[in-house]
């Protein structure tokens, strides 16, 4: 039963945030919100462990769709970091600063990038592109990130600044004009660069908070030198391209590993 402590403790995790935010904010939302995102995160870490081949894919899909089409088409909260801005500078602990709090920003301590990994509604679309396996190598271009960073703190800023009124149909406009943006150039850059997370890599704004926390992360994929033969195939499948063989957290690109175990799963003599 060892190897199913992992499953077991993000549960728990969840659950405890669940009851919590349930009691302290008098809401039955977050007690299934929360025990739902925990169980489908759960399931997925379950099923790898029996060498189910789409077992992240499960738990992405389940999370992804939950937030795009539930808390964003249907209950018209913004997820974006537009939203994140919003709720923030309106002084309320809601909805997208919850979200961004567990997910984003101190979760990463715990769990690193697997934001990206399980729950993302844009890289749930990406990665059913054909370019699993970057064909190029990785571009200085990440500074494109905060750029998007801070046009949207800038966006958000200015619309309060203008004292504009109704402010919560614009962030759902924006939530819907936003994701539409993400995807088309999510779609454009990974068949330009021929790597289905280039838009993780470049553009998405949100890793400006996940990278940091993300190095300090207490669930990393490690290597066992004793068995590994530097064949360099984990080098090779990594989407993110990590440099998984180095167990120093200044490993190469180490804070952009998003825990999606395709080197765990391709490793030839179980090293990973």
Not at 45 to 55: G, H, N, P, S, T
Not at 74 to 103: K, R
Not at 241 to 268: A, M, Q, W, Y
Request: glycine content about 6%; charged content about 20%; hydrophobic content about 45%.
């Amino acid at each position: 039963m060892k190897k199913y402590r992992l499953p077991v403790m993000m549960l728990t995790i969840f659950e405890i945030m669940a009851v919590a935010l349930w009691l302290t904010k008098d809401n039955l939302f977050y007690l299934f919100n929360f025990s739902y995102i925990g169980f489908a995160i759960s399931l997925g870490i379950y099923l790898f462990i029996r060498k189910y081949e789409y077992a992240r894919r499960v738990t992405q899909l389940l999370v992804g769709l939950y937030m795009l089409v539930y808390l964003g088409l249907i209950c018209n909260e913004n997820m974006q970091i537009e939203g994140f801005w919003y709720y923030l500078f309106t002084g309320v602990f809601e909805a997208a600063t919850i979200h961004y709090a567990v997910a984003k920003i101190f979760g990463p301590l715990i769990f690193g990038r697997g934001w990206c990994g399980y729950a993302c509604w844009t890289a749930m679309v990406l990665d059913f592109l054909p370019y699993k396996i970057p064909e190029q190598p990785r571009r200085n271009i990440g500074w494109i990130r905060y750029v998007m960073f801070e046009v949207s703190l800038i966006f958000v800023l200015f619309l309060f600044l203008a004292h504009v009124g109704n402010m919560e149909r614009i962030m759902f406009r924006a939530f819907i004009a936003g994701n539409l943006f993400y995807y088309v150039i999510g779609i454009y850059l990974a068949f330009l660069f021929k790597d289905n997370r280039a838009f993780c890599k470049y553009i998405c704004p949100i890793t400006v908070f996940l990278k940091p926390m993300s190095y300090y992360s207490l669930l990393r994929v490690k290597c066992d030198k004793s068995k590994c033969i530097s064949c360099g195939k984990c080098k090779r499948i990594c989407p993110m391209n990590v440099d998984i063989t180095d167990n120093s957290r200044k490993r190469e690109n180490g804070t952009e590993c998003i825990l999606c175990f395709e080197c765990v799963k391709n490793c030839p003599k179980d090293a990973l």
